[in-house]
Nanobody, 114 residues
């Protein structure tokens, strides 16, 4: 069982920046595909960014504004969010997957004021 703990959410003004962190409790973190997903009220959970051995993938809506990165020495994945928009407001979930079903964090709330 892998535990994922997100942090860094909060309230930011439109145009501002925020960095989310997700710490994973596994010794084989480097072999996991890691990602960030988000869910806004009344909407389905959607992929924001994923980082794995093959590279990085981003949702079209965040390309050029968000950057996913990882520090394998710290078992941590980050999401740098710049130029935030009100539509970026959601609960952001960290995801980790090696084999089979992915693991999920508890989520961290991001609010963006216009």
């Amino acid at each position: 069982q892998v535990q994922l703990v997100e942090s860094g959410g909060g309230l930011v003004q439109a145009g501002g920046s925020l960095t989310l962190s997700c710490a994973a409790s596994t010794r084989t973190f480097s072999s996991y595909a890691m990602g960030w997903y988000r869910q806004a009220p009344g909407k389905q959970r959607e992929m924001v960014a994923v980082i794995e051995s093959g590279g990085r993938n981003y949702a079209d809506s965040v390309k050029g504004r968000f950057t996913i990165s990882r520090d394998n020495a710290k078992n941590t994945v980050y999401l740098q969010m710049n130029s935030l928009k009100p539509e970026d407001a959601a609960v952001y979930y960290c995801m980790g997957q090696k084999y089979g079903s992915p693991y999920w964090g508890q989520g961290t709330q991001v609010y963006v004021s216009s």
